[in-house]
Structures are given as structure tokens and as C-alpha cells.
């Protein structure tokens, strides 16, 4: 069954990967998979075999032939401490074994980026339909998770177009592409209003200079006639 722990093992790869700079236990085969596993975390007890309850994974775990032990610190020397004590609670053979995502993130080594109110906790299992105890290529692979994902689609497709009120997905639809159009409307409306403020700005410049110019002339045109002094002053400088 799809647990918890299969996402809790993955994340112990992924970590493994990331502290090593390549693929922890990069199998060519599910047998030679299965040896690098063994490698590493060791042979499963008769607790661990019950609890992944798969008749097939027993079967090829029976096969396997002695293998010599590693341990994570000589595989990651450089690593530190905090970060091979939450590998190792990850990479459990039981999956009822390992670390919970709560517990994780309480871990020394990530508890820096831990964050309670913005961390969801999952109710129930995810079944997958597809059968462990049969052996698949790739490709059937494939294919059995592409239907399931589809169905999966089609089935929230469904229930978003069915809602407690009546309302069809058509029409909520409608109402967001209206409200889209509303924004875009008043974005519209938002950018004449600016339009018409910077044309009154430049009126009323306009409207300045105008009534500079008018003033100008008025000064000109209010000066004074030239008295008869100034006059007979002028014809004598001219005369000289």
C-alpha cells in the first residue's frame, strides 16, 4: 500500500543525493537495487518483511547473497551529523519505521526552515490501483499511472462542475472571465483619467504663457506718450 513511508524513504534518497552529488543506490536492476539497499541499511528482519506485507519483495530479497556493510558515514565523511542521524531515520526498511513528515521537520538539521502554521497534514492514504505483487515494464508503468491520472482529472473536472447550488463551472467560469473583463475595464478607465489630467496640466501651461504674453502687451501698450521735453531733447541730440 501507498503510505506515508514511501514518500519518507524518498525524501532520504533525495538527501542522499544531494549530500553526494549523485543517486544514492543507482540499481541497474531491482536485484541490483536491492543489493545497494541491503548495502547500506542491512538485511530486513522477519518485522520488516511482515510489514511491507508484498510476497514478491520477500521473494527477492531471498535471493540476494551476501553483501558487505557500509554505513552512511563512510559513504558521506564530510557530512554532518544532524544530517546522517535524519537519513538514517528515513531510509528504514519498515516504512512503519521511519520518521513521520512532522517529526522530520523537527529535526535538528531542517528545523530552521520548520513552519507549524504552514504545514498541512494529509488525513488518509493515497491507494494507487496498480498491484505490487506483479512485475511491470517501464512502459505498463507508464501507462497504468497516465490512466490513473487521467481518471483522477476527470474526476475533478467533474466535481467542479457540480456544485451544491445549482451553479454550473460554465458560468463560474463566465463570472471570472466578467470580473477579469471589470478589472481590465477600470485599468482602461484608470489610464484616460491620467490621460485627461496630464492634457489639463499642459492647458493650463498653455494658458500661463498666454497670459504672460497678454500682459506683456499691456505694459507696452499702457506706457505713457513721450512728454514735449523728451521730444525737443531728441531733435537736439539729433541735431549735434
Not at 491507494?127 to 517501464?138: A, E, M
Not at 460554465?170 to 473583463?181: D, E, L, N, V
Request: some cysteine; overall charge positive.
Amino acid at each position: 500500500m501507498y503510505t506515508s513511508g514511501v514518500d519518507m524513504w524518498s525524501l532520504g534518497c533525495i538527501l542522499g543525493e544531494l549530500l553526494g552529488g549523485k543517486p544514492l543506490f543507482p540499481g541497474s536492476s531491482t536485484m541490483n537495487q536491492l543489493t545497494k539497499i541491503v548495502e547500506v541499511i542491512g538485511r530486513p528482519t522477519q518485522e520488516d518483511l511482515d510489514a511491507i506485507d508484498s510476497p514478491f519483495a520477500r521473494t527477492m530479497l531471498d535471493r540476494l547473497p551476501p553483501v558487505p556493510q557500509k554505513t552512511l558515514a563512510d559513504i558521506f565523511p564530510r557530512a554532518p551529523y544532524e544530517a546522517l542521524d535524519l537519513m538514517r531515520r528515513l531510509l528504514q526498511f519498515n516504512p512503519n519505521a521511519r520518521i513521520s513528515a512532522e517529526n522530520a521537520l523537527k529535526h535538528p538539521y531542517v528545523a530552521g526552515f520548520h513552519n507549524e502554521a504552514d504545514e498541512p497534514t494529509l488525513d488518509h492514504n493515497i491507494v494507487i490501483p496498480i498491484d505490487d505483487n506483479t512485475k511491470y515494464s517501464i512502459q505498463e508503468y507508464r501507462d497504468k499511472l497516465y490512466k490513473e491520472i487521467t481518471k483522477a482529472k476527470k474526476r475533478t473536472a467533474g466535481s467542479s462542475s457540480s456544485r451544491p447550488d445549482g451553479a454550473s463551472a460554465s458560468s463560474s467560469s463566465s463570472r471570472h472571465k466578467s470580473s477579469r473583463h471589470k478589472g481590465k475595464e477600470k485599468a482602461k478607465d484608470k489610464d484616460k483619467a491620467k490621460d485627461k489630467d496630464k492634457s489639463k496640466s499642459k492647458d493650463k501651461s498653455k494658458s500661463k504663457d498666454k497670459d504672460k504674453d497678454k500682459s506683456r502687451r499691456r505694459d507696452t501698450h499702457d506706457a505713457p506718450p513721450p512728454s514735449t521735453d523728451d521730444k525737443r531733447k531728441r531733435r537736439k541730440s539729433k541735431g549735434k
